[in-house]
């Protein structure tokens, strides 16, 4: 077919369609995008140029031939016609065209004149095609269900108590009834003086059901605070199971009733998507944001086992001392079907054993406990897809979720979604910005993300720890900031103006408060009213990026408030009797209620690290580190205010002394007096 300038329809679909797969495989997976993917591929298959050879010679000429009658004038004044009125940019175009070397109308699918160069066309768009699809399919085929999947994991982690999550499908055992498997936990603890190891001891039993996808939580309790404990699974007669292989340990949290200051290191990120960046590799179940990680923190025989992660070059040496817990802010899972058109019966289950069947998250989770907080996406209803193959689990948990995520965490704030936990005079407070989310048709004052119980539980925790623990640590789902104005208002809070402006005014009178959340695809540290809050915006830790152009964060979209500020000035003694004297003045400011600290975007593998020392009772302190895949991206450190801390043994010293001043102030000098007189009152004496 004739060219187009210099582009043809052949080579205009095929670079739409190359630019097209290049986005949905490295930049964002658009949803549903496999449709005109498919679509501009087939385009470019059937509308390729056929071009003769001697038609494109003569289409590549910048002063193309036009065929002259002999012995006809006026064929040759029309000639000289059509010649005179040939567009300029056509000429300039193929000019252009003629100077361009194979390789270069190769790269943009440029008209050739060569049949090999379209053959090498069709053959690179082909495969191409072959990657969207295996990206969108490969996960849905019947080798990649696992439904042999073993696992097993330290959940929530208390000062004398663990709760495990165990999957484990039936083993071969002829006294196992059909759907049913029962094992036990075996425990010890580990003398970090290198004694001989301790016997095992006998935990709990497990029954575990094919109706809830072979997987239970059990807890281990009577355990001492600070002490490391490893574990192993299991048959009834006290023979170790094949899986682990060895094993597995955790170390218990400090007591939150000591007062002495406790040294945390943990990790916080977000999003997750199974081989994405997409590398066409055979084990696609892959997260190479895990694999960095554990080249940090994993020990080295562990890190030896994935021969196939990613490269030295790529990965930093493993630091001393790994992260207490590892926090995961977002879906384990997309929420919402790749498969065009499918949006029912969506197995989580399948994807959710998926994730845990890969070797790079089987890296983290078996060597430090994961925490989730559920992510900004709305929430699918039962009616929208089927949560298990299964019927609904007996425990009443929410489908493939509560089994896999929800009952694994913190046992819940009054049986609730979210929880609270402590690790020493450190607490901790996620939220779930799902479940209680009203609607957008509620007038804007009444709006809320948390509901009304969720938040009257935020504010009475406020309160508990106030004096109780040195830092407070809100985990939010969804960024706490109003800096990226509307263009993220669905994902944040700006949508929830006024329960926002209460959660702030209430972090404001709490010392050294944090905020920690996600679903922002970025990382962002952003301070409130001066610094008296701190939130941190983590990345994602293998999953896409959003850039910087498109998701603007202004610090005009702040709020603008005002603030009282103590002026000094000097008063004049002129025509008075006391000499010059200091005054302090109070005045009101206007200033923006959030500053930006720092910022990192298009980044698809970012984790934060919380470096919290409160030993030092007048400065405790909070580094903040930020890695990314080649190594240390951005740090911060932060000193806290120094907090006096209450614990129970002061309340009751309190609440004595209080009794004391009371009965002094009625004239009684102690309790035995008073019951004395109380005595005397009902029983005088004859």
């Known amino acids: 077919m004739r060219l187009l300038g210099i582009f043809n329809i052949f080579a205009i679909t095929t670079n739409l369609f190359r630019i097209g797969t290049w986005i949905y495989l490295r930049v964002f997976p658009i949803p549903h995008a496999l449709v005109p993917l498919m679509a501009l591929y087939i385009v470019s298959m059937v509308l390729r140029s056929d071009t003769p050879v001697e038609e494109s010679r003569r289409a590549f000429s910048p002063n193309p031939v036009v065929p002259v009658l002999e012995d006809n004038p006026q064929a040759e004044r029309e000639d000289q016609q059509r010649d005179e009125s040939y567009n300029m940019g056509q000429r300039a175009a193929c000019r252009f065209l003629a100077t361009l070397t194979t390789p270069l109308r190769f790269l943009f699918a440029l008209p050739s004149k060569s049949r090999w160069i379209y053959r090498g066309h069709l053959i690179i768009n082909t495969l191409l095609a072959l990657f969207v699809l295996d990206f969108t399919y490969r996960f849905h085929l019947p080798g990649w269900h696992h439904n042999d999947l073993a696992f097993v994991r330290v959940t929530a982690v208390h000062?004398?108590?663990?709760?495990?999550?165990?999957r484990y499908p039936p083993y071969e055992d002829p006294s196992q009834p059909n759907g049913l498997c029962v094992l036990k936990v075996q425990y010890r603890e580990v003398d970090t003086y290198g004694g001989d190891p301790q016997i095992w001891r006998d935990g709990p039993e497990l029954k575990l059901r094919k109706i809830n996808d072979w997987i239970n939580v059990t807890n281990l309790t009577g355990l001492w605070p600070e002490h490391t404990y490893e574990f192993q699974l299991a048959k009834l007669d006290s023979t170790p199971l094949p899986y682990p292989s060895k094993p597995l340990s955790f170390r218990t949290f400090p007591d939150p009733k000591w007062t002495h200051g406790t040294k945390l290191k943990f990790i916080a990120t977000s999003g997750v998507r199974l081989n994405f960046p997409y590398a066409p590799v055979p084990h696609a179940n892959r997260f190479k944001g895990f694999d960095i990680l554990a080249k940090y923190f994993v020990p080295l025989e562990e890190a030896s086992r994935a021969a196939d992660g990613p490269s030295n070059a790529d990965s930093p040496p493993v630091t001393a001392q790994p992260p207490t817990f590892a926090l995961l802010i977002g879906d384990l899972v997309r929420r919402r079907s790749s498969i065009p058109f499918k949006r029912a019966n969506i197995n989580y289950a399948r994807e959710l054993r998926n994730v845990f069947a890969s070797p790079s998250f089987r890296r983290i989770y078996e060597n430090i406990p994961?925490?989730?907080?559920?992510?900004?996406s709305p929430q699918l209803t039962?009616?929208?897809?089927?949560l298990l193959e299964a019927p609904e689990p007996s425990d009443g948990a929410s489908g493939a979720f509560g089994l896999y995520s929800r009952s694994a965490s913190y046992?819940?704030?009054?049986?609730?979604?979210?929880?609270?936990?402590?690790?020493g005079d450190i607490a901790f407070f996620v939220l779930d910005t799902l479940t209680y989310r009203s609607?957008?048709?509620?007038?804007?004052?009444?709006?809320?993300?948390?509901?009304?119980?969720?938040?009257?539980?935020?504010?009475?925790w406020a309160a508990m720890v106030n004096q109780t623990s040195v830092y407070k640590i809100v985990v939010s789902p969804v960024p706490l900031s109003a800096l990226w104005g509307n263009t993220a208002a669905s994902v944040t809070w700006a949508d929830f103006p006024s329960e926002r402006a209460r959660i702030v005014d209430m972090l404001s009178y709490l010392p050294n408060a944090i905020v920690v959340?996600?679903?922002?695809?970025?990382?962002?540290?952003?301070?409130?009213?001066?610094?008296?809050?701190?939130?941190?915006?983590?990345?994602?830790?293998?999953?896409?990026?959003?850039?910087?152009?498109l998701s603007p964060l202004d610090a005009k979209n702040s709020l603008i408030i005002e603030a009282d500020r103590n002026e000094d000035f000097t008063a004049s003694a002129?025509?008075?009797?006391?000499?010059?004297?200091?005054?302090?003045?109070?005045?009101?400011e206007s200033r923006r209620e959030e500053a930006i600290l720092h910022r990192i975007s298009g980044e698809n593998h970012v984790w934060s690290t919380f470096d919290i020392d409160t030993t030092n009772k007048t400065q405790p302190s909070l580094i903040l580190s930020v890695y990314g895949r080649n190594g240390l991206i951005w740090s911060t450190q932060r000193f806290g205010q120094p907090v006096t801390i209450r614990t129970r043994s002061t309340a009751l010293t309190m609440l004595r002394k209080a009794l004391s001043d009371l009965l002094s102030r009625m004239g009684f000098k102690s309790v035995s007096e008073l019951l004395s007189q109380i005595l005397a009152f009902f029983f005088p004496s004859s």
């Open 574 to 588: 002129e025509g008075f009797d006391w000499p010059n004297e200091q005054i302090v003045r109070p005045t009101v």
């Open 517 to 549: 959340s996600g679903g922002r695809h970025e990382f962002a540290a952003i301070e409130y009213l001066g610094g008296k809050i701190m939130e941190v915006v983590t990345g994602p830790i293998s999953s896409y990026a959003i850039p910087a152009v």
């Open 411 to 423: 046992w819940g704030w009054r049986d609730h979604s979210y929880y609270e936990f402590r690790h």
């Open 439 to 460: 609607s957008n048709d509620v007038p804007e004052t009444e709006r809320s993300l948390l509901g009304t119980k969720q938040l009257e539980d935020l504010f009475m």
């Open 382 to 386: 039962m009616s929208e897809g089927s």
């Open 159 to 166: 000062s004398n108590a663990v709760k495990l999550q165990v």
């Open 370 to 376: 994961v925490y989730h907080a559920f992510g900004p």
